[in-house]
């Protein structure tokens, strides 16, 4: 009936008001979470966190489904839950997904009262608040994983425990092509903002994220760096899905160093509600232009 018409589509309209982003919501939710407690895989805390998560999601509207799963780790056998938060499905519509991620689980250190303000409460709580605001936009997923810490070392059997299942469980789906974008935000809340995307990132997609930094007024805070990070977009970059991290890995006292990281200094005082609305319009930015504009 069209023929010679369809090929491209139409141009899709913008759907998403990214300055809709509260800096102030999101803190909010940092602020509960973090309020729970030090947070590892398989903690009484990191259920609270989970049911929080879960019933934000379905205020705004949202599905959610709870992925849980038992695997063999160096502290032994670990329940791990991710939290997963679908908008609506278009009906008719095969479209494609856009994945937005977090990490929400805080590294197993007994030894200390670590409660990750910022690594994973900054992230955690900018999703929830990107959720709120695109409620109403089908086809975007929020995906919130447990089990990105390693439980003991770091290392190929150790780590990304989450993300590493979630896409296995994808691929024996067959549903890893209806992916378009994966975006990870990880400890992006911290008051000296430097988000710097690792090597391991989609150029292409590095390439909007600073397009869409510059038309949100945030430029400034976003550069690239050849380095790669080991990071939850890793399964998703090695199973073929254009992927980019923000992530900001310098937490620390002074410009350059990282030392609150993983640390008792890792708190709320160290995040600021204009950082996590820095890069969570420009997250939002992003997804809408890539919804108007899916080739990159
Ligand atoms: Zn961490």
Redesign the pocket.
Known sequence: MTVGFVACGPKQPSEIDWQAFSGKRAYAHVERIVGYGPRPTASPALIKTATYISTQLQEYGLDVEEQAFVAPTPRGPLQFRNVIGKTRTRRGSAGKIIIIGSHYDT?YLPSMHFV?AN??GSSSGALLEMARVTSGVPNLWFVFFDG??CVKEYGPNDGLWGSMFFVEDLKGKKQLDRIKAFILLDMMGDKDLHIVMPGNSHRGLVQRVFESAKATGHRSYFSFNQQPIMDDHVPFALAGVPTVDLIDFHFGSAPGLNDY??TEQDTLDKISPRSLEIVGQTALHLVDSLRQNPRF
């Open positions: 590294k990750g690594d994973s990105e810490e990281w993983h």
